[in-house]
Structures are given as C-alpha cells and as structure tokens.
C-alpha cells in the first residue's frame, strides 16, 4: 500500500498567535515548493514556506492539493484528524494534557496523536490563518522526505518508493501486481532529493540529482537494485543538518572550501569523550590501543586554514580514515598518512612516481601499502592537499610544497562538497560524506 504525505489546514481560530507568526505571502519571499517532481504554484497572497527561528515551516494546505489527505476539524478537542488514502478508520485518540494550554492544535493520524519533539519547532498557525509545521515533521513523523534547498530557495516534497498491492496496472486492468515503472520513477526521484553520487555498473559516477533526466529503460537491472541498495543507506543519514547558528542546511551543500566551524577544544573534547569506548573496543578485539595523537587538531585547523580547506572536517575524515587512529586497515601508524594516500589494496613496489611530491616529505617502501610521510605535520599536509585538488582547481597557494604524491591524479574540482567525495575518493562510498559529517562531526560540534 503506498504511503502518501499527510497534510492538513486549519482556518484562522487562533488570534492570539496572528501578532508575531510570519505571513510569508507567496510573492514576499521567493521560496518555491516541488512536490514529486512538480512545481506547485502557491496563490498569490497565499501562504508559502518561511524559515523561523533556523526551521523552515511548510504549509500544509498548500501542499495537500498536490498529495492529498481526509481531513477533519474537531474543534471540541481542537484536534486536526487525518486519514491517510487506503488508511484503515480508527478510532481518534483522546486529546492528551497540554499543560493547561489550550491554544496548542493537537494532530492525530490515522487514530494516533502525532508527537512532535519540541526540538523540531511545532504546529502553527500563521496571520493568513493557515496551518504550518516545521518540514522536518514532515519527512520524520508523516512518512515522507522533504529538503530544503538553500541555493534556489526551494521545498523538495517526496513520497517514499514504497510497494504497491494494487491490483491493478497504469491503465487500470489487473495485473496481480505493481507499475513497476512507476515505482522506478518514485525511487528515482527520492534517490534525487539526496544529491549524491552514485557509480553505475558501467563504471560511470552520476549524482543523483541527474538520474530524473534520464530514461528509466535505460538503467540496467544492476543499475535498479544498486538504487535499491543505495536508498536504503541513505535513508540513514538527514537530508540537512543544523549549524550551531541555527541555520539549516542541506548536508550535501556542506563545502570543502571554507572557515573550520568546529574549534579546537571541541574536537579535543570529543575525542577524549569517546576515548574511553575505543580503548575498550580495541581490548576486545585484541588489539593494544594506540594513543590518539590530539596534537593533530591544532595541525589540521592550522593547515587547513592557510588552505582554505575546513580543517575540522578534515580531521574528523582522518578520525573516519583511521579509526580513530587505531590504523586497524593496512596503513600502520608510523607512516603519518593520515587518509590512506597510495593505498590502493596492494603493497607498494617503493618504485611508484612521486608524481612531483617533494621527496623529503614523502617516499614509498617495499612492501608497505600506501605513502610514507616524514612528519605528522607532512602527513595532514598531504591530506589537505588531496582534498584541495578535489575541491578546487587553482593552483597551491603561493609558496606551498606539493607534498601530495596523488595530487594529479585526481579530476580537479570535481568534488567541491564533502558529500561530493562519495564515489571518488572512496568507492562504492554511497554515504561516505555524509558519515564524516553526521557520525564524526556533528558530534564534535554538539561538546
């Protein structure tokens, strides 16, 4: 049974919040609204998405006519009760103590009151007397995904490919099972909403975001359940992330280029934080725990910063790279390769070209998998350089020694977002961007 999103209006009863709740006419702030592909056009003087306090708020009526929803108003219990399409009637829930404020609107779908953590923001209800609820909502609690694009300022509202057990087919006879292509289409479109790489079977690398301008016949079979696959992964990880400021943003929009956010003593915090846990982890596995060096901090944010590359980010790769620098993969810790440069699977001939690296900083060793480097602080160079080369094409900044062996290698500028580096620097990688800054980095900036 397809799940769609649930949306609800409720007309303007509540006075007391039309002095301070935005209106955000349709024509005042230029935020567009995509529901499944499609453009829905918001009234003119209707109610469009507005972000508030680093949420953005979506209006539920506006986007009920491109879903749909049964819905009713109780104003006896000041509850909005929805049904789903194809949803079983059940019994609505009693309205639940709201600490004597009896201005709050209580939802309930499909016989459940809808709980919203008080983080995500809450049901509002705006000056033109319509219903808005932060979008995060949306995706979490109503069985859809929706993001925010911040560069065209728009709302992605998708359903999530989910079975079908009609029993019939697009043109309406019976098949015993599912349109297939259009559940391709609906996983393809959610796969988009995420904006990350994908490696086809064919070797090609493709960003998501393109998949919906292609023919659906034409992906293999491989191609339909790497999709599958991938969703699955994704689907573990947000679509956007909160910064300390309260902005909201997309996490693949998060860029290699720019200012470190994470200072110094939270990324010390954290890794003490989760020392303890690593320690143990490396006991049980019989192996003795290595010491994380926290001097590396202050070389990634110094190096970094003289890059312009997020040194912070940088080092929480690092952490990602190595697992906590516990090297538990084929680099060993006395060769300061930070992010396994030259690791390729197999051991090093000591003849590989340092491609114009400068030799006293890095050097390669029979029998040794992936680059030496001289020093911790060559190391994080190299690591920086690396993620310079994808980010960018200019040149090193002036006066710079290349000390990255593989800097060449790498097609200049094609990942300038760290969720960019997913299916390029690492492989397959469906989520490997997104892992370095929700698993490692989030948590830093949370100390």
């Known amino acids: ?264 003593d939270q990324l010390k915090s954290w890794i003490q934080a989760e020392t303890p846990r690593i320690q143990a982890k490396m006991e049980q596995n019989g192996r003795v725990f290595q010491p994380i060096p926290l001097e590396l901090v202050d070389l990634y944010l110094q190096i970094g910063s003289e890059y312009g590359i997020r040194g912070d980010l940088a080092f929480c790769q690092a952490v990602k790279e190595t697992e906590y620098f516990q090297f538990t993969g084929l680099v060993q810790s006395w060769q300061n390769n930070y992010c396994g440069l030259w690791a390729t699977g197999s051991a090093c001939t000591g003849q590989e070209s340092l491609n114009g690296a400068d030799p006293g900083m890095v050097k390669f060793q029979p029998g040794v998998h992936g680059a030496i480097f001289s020093s911790p602080a060559a190391g994080v160079e190299a690591h920086i350089q690396h993620l310079y080369a994808y980010a960018t094409k200019e040149s090193l900044p002036s006066g710079k020694v290349l000390c990255d062996p593989r800097f060449g290698l790498v097609a200049r500028g094609s990942a300038p977002t760290w969720q960019g580096l997913n299916a390029r620097w690492a492989v397959p990688g469906i989520t490997y961007g997104q892992s370095i800054i929700q698993d490692y980095w989030l948590k830093a900036l949370n100390r």
């Open 1 to 264: 049974m397809r799940r769609a999103l649930v949306i609800f209006t409720v007309m303007a009863w509540l006075g007391m919040f039309f002095g301070y709740l935005p209106s955000a006419h349709a024509a005042d702030n230029g935020l567009k609204i995509m529901i499944n592909g499609s453009s829905i056009k918001v009234p003119a003087g209707d109610q469009a998405p507005f972000c508030l306090q680093g949420r953005t708020y979506v209006p539920l009526r506006v986007i009920s006519e491109g879903l749909g929803a049964r819905v009713e108003w109780r104003a006896s219990t000041r509850q909005v009760v929805i049904y789903t399409p194809g949803a079983v009637v059940s019994p609505v829930a009693q309205p639940v103590l709201r600490n004597g404020n009896r201005s709050d609107i209580e939802v309930v779908i499909n016989g459940q009151v809808l709980v919203i953590p008080p983080e995500y923001g809450r049901v509002m209800v705006t000056r033109l007397g319509r219903t808005v609820v932060p979008m995060r909502v949306i995706g979490q609690a109503l069985g859809c995904q929706v993001t925010w694009d911040a560069a065209t300022r728009t709302v992605f509202v998708t359903s999530n490919p989910v079975a079908s057990d009609s029993t019939e087919d697009s043109t309406g006879g019976p098949n015993g099972g599912v349109d297939e292509n259009a559940d391709k289409t609906r996983l393809v479109q959610e796969l988009a909403s995420y904006h990350t790489n994908l490696k086809l079977s064919d070797g090609t690398v493709i960003n998501t975001q393109d998949l919906t301008s292609k023919d659906i016949s034409t992906f293999s079979e491989a191609d339909l359940q790497l999709f599958q696959t991938a969703l699955k992964e994704l689907q573990k990880y947000t679509k956007e992330i909160q910064l300390p400021d309260g902005t909201v943003i997309p996490t693949w929009s998060l860029e290699i280029k720019g200012k470190s956010i994470a200072t110094a």
